[in-house]
């Protein structure tokens, strides 16, 4: 098996290489726990879940660490506002992110290390870029990296070190204005540790290297996150975690596109972000993962919840159609587990599927054959060809595996929609009932048009009849 990604740092698709035979290290940029998390961490969190997924069925071993950032100048920032210490506040988002990532169904990392609890490697690290005359201390107890010190420097984000503007950090101290913090002397009143030059906090981009090293070593496979983190983030801790080493970081640089909201960012300081709490009250989980499959994940997204809404409409169609199958057969197939689940795909769909995710997690193409799958699936239902049907059904179980789709048990996920629908509607499940059993009254009566103005009413009101053999259904639409 050959899979590709497309490497940050080369621009092109490059093979993914397990150094260890059959064993993958994955490394993905947490979040910065000071608020909740939008549609944009959630498609981040998905684009690793999807990658780590994939991996897995395929065979592959693999470690997965996403970090926690719970400190930082925007937690402290935070904190100071709401009034609470920054470690009660990162504590506090911890907690709604774990809720967030669970809705979302993304499978738990091998490791979840949080910044404050690696401060030692951190040091360690600080220390051996300063003896190597990579980083310098000022007076007020903060280190910078001598970016001029290390000649590779731009090379992840593309660009020249002449070309590039000062840092964040504004202190007049530093050698050059384009050097950033490895650490931050303490001021007053904020959070600190002890290090060899005061009392301070680590920089963010130091947090990431030691925490990634020190779980997977150096150098590891995949280094991942959002795109805004090319620069100065990942390109940071290329400097520093190389400097220090004298050997690569990582081998393939992995970066999901931003969401979009008509042609602007989604960003909180637009105001045109959503929560994924608020996402969460108005669709499935899957509909949202459904909507960022539908792109490649490199390309950026637009995001609206009118696409999301139909997002959950396709799901809708695909559910059905294996709920049929499932009628038919007495019930859903055994989930299939993770691991090793397209190991060597079977059928010549799921060859496809496979050819489709190897090629950089084209999952967008993928789906397409999902889809094609279901409308096979329906037109054998039609058929009555039972035994074809169920086979289908099972090669959908792997989707389910690899992509985090379809992970429902259908009659569930319908009964679920149904209900979801039927709330928005206003009406209530009595009354509902009530309009069919008059509007059954109607056609006893041979009143047709009586029948079909009750028909007509529930269907502005946003419900669907549908008279199968075995009496009226009804659908919120
Ligand atoms: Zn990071």
């Given at each position: 098996?050959?899979?590709?990604?497309?490497?940050?740092?080369?621009?092109?698709?490059?093979?993914?290489v397990?150094?260890?035979?059959?064993?993958?290290?994955?490394?993905?940029c947490?979040?910065?726990?000071?608020?909740?998390s939008?549609v944009g961490?959630?498609?981040?969190?998905?684009?690793?879940?999807?990658?780590?997924?994939?991996?897995?069925?395929r065979?592959?071993?693999?470690t997965?660490?996403r970090?926690?950032?719970?400190?930082?100048?925007?937690?402290?920032?935070?904190?100071a506002?709401?009034g609470?210490?920054?470690a009660?506040?990162?504590?506090?988002e911890?907690?709604?992110?774990?809720?967030?990532?669970?809705?979302?169904?993304?499978?738990?990392p091998?490791?979840?290390?949080?910044?404050t609890?690696h401060?030692?490697?951190?040091?360690a690290?600080?220390e051996?870029?300063?003896a190597a005359g990579f980083a310098y201390?000022?007076?007020?107890?903060?280190?910078?990296?001598?970016v001029?010190?290390?000649?590779?420097?731009?090379?992840?984000?593309h660009r020249?070190?002449?070309?590039?503007e000062?840092?964040?950090?504004?202190d007049?101290?530093?050698?050059?204005?384009?050097d950033?913090?490895?650490?931050k002397?303490?001021?007053p009143?904020?959070?600190?540790?002890?290090?060899?030059?005061?009392?301070?906090r680590?920089?963010w981009h130091?947090?990431?290297?030691?925490?990634a090293t020190?779980?997977l070593g150096?150098p590891f496979?995949?280094?991942g996150?959002?795109?805004?983190?090319?620069?100065?983030?990942?390109?940071?801790?290329?400097?520093?975690?190389?400097a220090?080493a004298?050997?690569?970081?990582?081998?393939?640089?992995?970066h999901?596109?931003?969401?979009?909201?008509?042609?602007?960012?989604?960003?909180?300081?637009?105001?045109?972000?959503l929560s994924?709490?608020?996402?969460?009250?108005?669709?499935?989980?899957?509909?949202?993962r459904?909507?960022?499959?539908g792109?490649?994940?490199?390309?950026?997204l637009?995001?609206?919840?009118?696409?999301?809404?139909?997002?959950?409409?396709?799901?809708?169609?695909?559910?059905?159609?294996?709920?049929?199958?499932?009628?038919?057969?007495g019930?859903?197939?055994?989930?299939?587990?993770?691991d090793?689940?397209?190991?060597?795909p079977?059928?010549?769909?799921l060859t496809?599927?496979c050819?489709a995710?190897d090629?950089d997690?084209?999952?967008?193409?993928?789906?397409?054959?999902?889809?094609?799958?279901?409308?096979?699936?329906?037109?054998?239902?039609?058929?009555?060809?039972?035994?074809?049907a169920?086979a289908?059904?099972?090669?959908?179980?792997?989707v389910a595996?690899?992509?985090?789709l379809?992970?429902?048990?259908?009659?569930?996920?319908?009964e679920?929609?149904?209900?979801?629908?039927?709330?928005?509607?206003?009406?209530?499940?009595?009354?509902i009932?009530?309009?069919?059993a008059?509007?059954?009254d109607?056609?006893?009566?041979?009143?047709?048009?009586?029948a079909?103005?009750?028909?007509?009413?529930?269907?502005?009101?946003?419900?669907?009849l549908?008279?199968?053999?075995?009496?009226t259904?009804?659908?919120?639409?």
């Amino acid at each position: 098996m050959a899979v590709v990604l497309t490497n940050t740092l080369s621009g092109r698709k490059e093979a993914l290489v397990p150094r260890e035979a059959g064993r993958v290290r994955l490394y993905w940029c947490g979040v910065t726990v000071y608020s909740r998390s939008h549609v944009g961490h959630a498609r981040a969190l998905v684009t690793a879940d999807v990658l780590c997924r994939y991996l897995r069925a395929r065979g592959l071993a693999v470690t997965f660490v996403r970090n926690f950032t719970d400190i930082d100048d925007k937690i402290i920032r935070r904190a100071a506002e709401v009034g609470i210490p920054a470690a009660e506040l990162a504590e506090r988002e911890i907690r709604a992110f774990a809720e967030d990532v669970a809705w979302l169904r993304c499978l738990p990392p091998t490791h979840e290390p949080r910044a404050t609890e690696h401060i030692p490697a951190m040091l360690a690290l600080i220390e051996q870029l300063v003896a190597a005359g990579f980083a310098y201390a000022v007076p007020d107890g903060s280190v910078y990296f001598r970016v001029r010190r290390f000649p590779a420097y731009g090379k992840l984000s593309h660009r020249r070190l002449d070309d590039m503007e000062a840092g964040e950090e504004i202190d007049a101290a530093k050698e050059d204005a384009r050097d950033f913090a490895l650490w931050k002397g303490a001021k007053p009143g904020e959070p600190w540790w002890s290090s060899p030059w005061g009392r301070g906090r680590p920089g963010w981009h130091i947090e990431c290297s030691a925490m990634a090293t020190g779980y997977l070593g150096q150098p590891f496979e995949i280094h991942g996150g959002g795109s805004d983190l090319v620069f100065p983030h990942h390109e940071n801790e290329i400097a520093q975690s190389e400097a220090a080493a004298g050997v690569p970081f990582a081998d393939l640089w992995v970066h999901n596109g931003m969401i979009t909201t008509g042609a602007e960012k989604m960003s909180k300081s637009l105001g045109n972000i959503l929560s994924i709490g608020e996402v969460a009250a108005q669709a499935p989980a899957e509909a949202l993962r459904l909507l960022f499959l539908g792109t490649h994940y490199r390309t950026p997204l637009d995001f609206s919840p009118a696409r999301l809404e139909e997002s959950g409409r396709a799901l809708g169609r695909l559910y059905e159609a294996l709920a049929r199958a499932d009628e038919v057969a007495g019930g859903p197939p055994p989930a299939l587990p993770v691991d090793g689940a397209l190991a060597e795909p079977p059928t010549p769909f799921l060859t496809e599927l496979c050819a489709a995710m190897d090629d950089d997690l084209n999952a967008a193409r993928a789906l397409g054959l999902v889809f094609d799958r279901m409308r096979e699936l329906n037109r054998v239902l039609d058929a009555g060809d039972r035994a074809a049907a169920s086979a289908i059904r099972r090669e959908l179980a792997a989707v389910a595996a690899t992509t985090g789709l379809l992970t429902e048990v259908p009659a569930t996920f319908l009964e679920t929609a149904r209900r979801r629908g039927q709330e928005r509607t206003g009406l209530s499940v009595a009354e509902i009932d009530a309009a069919i059993a008059a509007r059954n009254d109607a056609r006893r009566r041979k009143d047709f048009r009586e029948a079909d103005a009750i028909r007509e009413r529930l269907r502005e009101q946003g419900i669907l009849l549908e008279d199968t053999p075995s009496g009226t259904m009804w659908k919120a639409g």
